[in-house]
């Protein structure tokens, strides 16, 4: 070998690669896959969603009130979502271990599913205002407000399972 091809060997071997460079942010993996079936079934989920909630939009109207057809409807287009939501996530977390606060967010968002089923359901589970042999279930105000607050804590829950540290800049 020559002197100049000994040198230009040496330069290659010693050349920062862009997994070894100390300015390059360490490469981590994560599930696309995952993620995108995650996104394709939250998505399937949000329309399923919008026709518990607003059947009109879909041509389906055909009671002025919401029944329980329509409140098991959007209730299984929210569990598809929260389902969809979190494979997504992790999905982003890759091999990487859960923070604690990701932690509380899972728990997070099913616990605020769980109040959104019960809330939405109390009729037909003997607790709410209209108790079922007597009367068709009703979706009032209360049952309403406990929805939300289910919603609410599930998008509390997906907030927290974000995973920041892929944000950060490591110098």
């Known amino acids: 070998m020559?002197?100049?091809?000994?040198?230009?060997?040496?330069?290659?071997d010693t050349a920062p690669t862009p997994e070894t460079s100390p300015e390059a942010p360490p490469v981590e993996s994560y599930s696309t896959t995952r993620v995108r079936g995650g996104l394709v079934l939250t998505l399937i989920g949000f329309v399923i969603f919008i026709l518990g909630t607003r059947p009109s939009m879909f041509g389906m109207d055909r009671s002025p009130v919401i029944g329980f057809v329509q409140i098991a409807t959007f209730l299984v287009g929210l569990a598809l979502m929260c389902v969809g939501g979190y494979s997504s996530?992790?999905?982003l977390w890759g091999s990487r271990e859960l923070s604690l606060l990701a932690d509380i967010?899972?728990?997070?968002?099913?616990t605020g599913f769980v109040v959104a089923v019960f809330s939405g359901m109390a009729d037909v589970f003997g607790?709410?205002?209209?108790?079922?042999?007597?009367?068709?279930?009703y979706f009032g105000p209360w049952q309403a407000f406990g929805v939300q607050v289910g919603e609410f804590l599930i998008a509390v829950g997906f907030l927290l399972l974000i995973p920041f540290h892929r944000l950060r800049k490591t110098h």
């Open 2 to 12: 020559t002197q100049a091809e000994e040198s230009l060997q040496q330069a290659t």
């Open 89 to 91: 996530l992790m999905g």
């Open 105 to 110: 967010g899972s728990r997070l968002v099913a």
């Open 127 to 137: 607790f709410g205002s209209h108790l079922l042999p007597e009367t068709v279930p």
